[in-house]
Every structure is written in C-alpha cells, then in structure tokens.
C-alpha cells in the first residue's frame, strides 16, 4: 500500500510573472526549489508515486535550458528513488494550444527521455488511475477497481468563465463517467475538497503562484495525497514565501484600484463571445490603457491573457518555420 502525490500546474517558464518581484534567476531557482520541495516531501512522507495535473512547463513563455537540466535532474534522482512520475498534457505544455507541434515541446523530450510517464492508464495497488489531456474526450471508467480516478485539465462546473465541452467538468459528467475521484489542474486557485455520494472532486491549485490575485496574496501552496491503503484524500503543504514578499508592492498596494477595473465587464465582452481579435484589441489598445492603469497595467494584461490561454484562445503565431 502506498501514497500517492498529485501535483497541480508548475508553469515551468524562465522568467518571473509580471506581478512578482523576482529577477529572472531568482525565479528560476524558485522553481527549481518548488521541484525540491516535492522530493524532500517524497522521502518524508513515504509516497512512491507523483502525478502532475499537466501544464508542467509554459512552453508560450519560454524556459530556461539550464532550469530544465535542474528539474530533470530532481525527477531522475526521484525515479531512481524509486519514485513513479506521470503527468498528463496541459494547454500550455504545448505551444499556443497546437497539438501538431507536440514533439519540439519540453513535456514531450521529458516523455522521451523517460524523465516523465505520459499518464494514460495506471494501477496501483489496485486502484485505477485514468489520465486526460488537455481537451480530449472524458473517457468512461470501465474498469472494476476498488477505486478509480480520473485526472484531467479542465474547469470543475465553470461554465461562466468559459468552460465549454471538454474544457468544463460537471457533476452530469462525473455521475456518467463513473469514477470515485476527479483530480483536476488548469484552474490555478485551490478549492476544498467536494464530496458527493457518488464522487470525489480534488484540486489542488497551481504549484505556482502566477498572478497577485487575491487568492494568492494570502493562500499557502498544497499538493494533494491519496492513500492506496485507507482511500482517504488529505493535503500536504509545499513550502513557499508569503505573498506579499513575492508580488510586487506596487500591485498588493494598489489592490483596491483593480477593483474599479471591473474584470467582468471586460471578460464579458472580449472573452465569453470569443472574440478573434483580442489580442489586436489588447495590441491596439495598450498604451492607452498603460496611460490609465499605469503601473498596474502589466499586471492586468497578465490576468486577460491568462484567462484567455486558459481558455483556448491564443496568439495567433507566423508558422512559416
Ligand atoms: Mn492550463
């Protein structure tokens, strides 16, 4: 019997999210410490199996050679350990959401250099575990295992910011699908956990903390933990600094002012009717918004691309090459 890690979205990148205060190499090491931390937790706590949500790397953002040698040689020190690592495929462990492209992206070299386990099908000690990526069809449990879980990267009833079809989880699919636990990434926040007569909904939240939205000024970082043994689900505290010493000052102290932006309004009109030309929008409209927002205008332009990315709508990029 044993434990199993769940990890949310890492968002492997080589420089630091506009909100946060670190230089690029502080913020390479920050991650490359988060990967750390998981191991350290590993030995601690006994658990002999770790599974990513997907969105392992931002491969939209660019990623650091030398940060990519420091985690690969975490992981392969785990696995020599003994330690399983599996992960599923995020949006953004691709380029701009394209499939096509999926061999130059860092997720698949770690794939092929057996550093990560593409997670498609999975027993451990006799509980079934059923990787989704990113966009593909929920699968139905047909297996007859004590207990199962399906992982996926989507949205958990989130049909107002966007969820659609396989981007959006909800209880109708859950009953349908059959599984005991539901263990998403993609949505960055952490949510308690949600237990039904019928199921189980985890998510963890990001390992990172990308943005200085509110939840993430105040929260701490968790990964979840399952035991093979009892079925019982519980969390493990990743360590991290506060988050006024990561987020830059000037974005914490002007926290009010985002109020007035009204995001709503904003993502009603360019993002629920998926407009094609956001990012002409946001391109046209940059220094006049710059001029507004001053300061904090990084940091809005970083939550609407987000949003968007989370969404599936992404840059539209030359590929000629
Ligand atoms: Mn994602």
Aim: proline content about 3%; hydrophobic content about 30%.
């Amino acid at each position: 019997m044993s434990k199993i890690m769940f990890v949310g979205d890492v968002h492997i990148k080589g420089v630091a999210p506009a909100s946060r205060k670190e230089t690029p190499e502080q913020y390479r090491e920050v991650i490359s410490n988060k990967i750390k931390s998981l191991e350290t937790i590993c030995e601690r706590d006994n658990i002999s199996n770790v599974i990513f949500l997907g969105d392992v790397y931002d491969n939209n953002t660019g990623i650091n050679d030398e940060l990519e040698s420091d985690i690969w040689i975490t992981l392969t020190d785990m696995r020599n350990k003994g330690i399983g690592i599996y992960s599923i495929i995020g949006n953004h462990d691709m380029y701009y959401n394209n499939e096509k492209d999926f061999k130059v992206t860092r997720l698949f070299k770690a794939f092929l250099g057996n550093i990560i386990t593409h997670l498609d099908d999975l027993t451990i000690d006799g509980v079934h575990i059923k990787g989704i990526d990113f966009g593909k069809d929920f699968i139905q449990e047909e297996t007859y295992c004590k207990y199962s879980i399906m992982v996926g990267h989507c949205f958990y009833e989130n049909e107002r910011f966007g969820g659609t079809g396989n981007g959006n989880l909800t209880d109708d699919k859950c009953n349908n699908l059959g599984y005991s636990a539901y263990v998403l990434g993609h949505d960055h926040s952490p949510y308690p956990t949600i237990k039904t007569s019928g199921y189980t909904i985890i998510r963890p939240g990001s390992l990172t903390r990308g943005t200085s939205k509110t939840c993430n000024l105040y929260r701490k970082i968790n990964v979840a933990i399952f035991d093979t043994e009892t079925l019982e689900w519980s969390e493990t505290e990743v360590p991290s600094k506060p988050g006024n010493e990561v987020f830059l000052d000037k974005v914490i102290y002007n926290k009010s002012q985002t109020d007035d932006i009204n995001l709503n309004n904003l993502i009603d009109e360019l993002i629920v009717k998926k407009n094609p030309d956001f990012y002409d929008f946001l391109d046209e409209n940059r220094e006049s918004a710059k001029e507004r927002f001053k300061e904090l205008y990084p940091e809005i332009e970083n939550i609407l691309v987000n949003h968007c990315e989370a969404l599936g709508i992404y840059r539209k990029v030359d590929n000629d090459n």
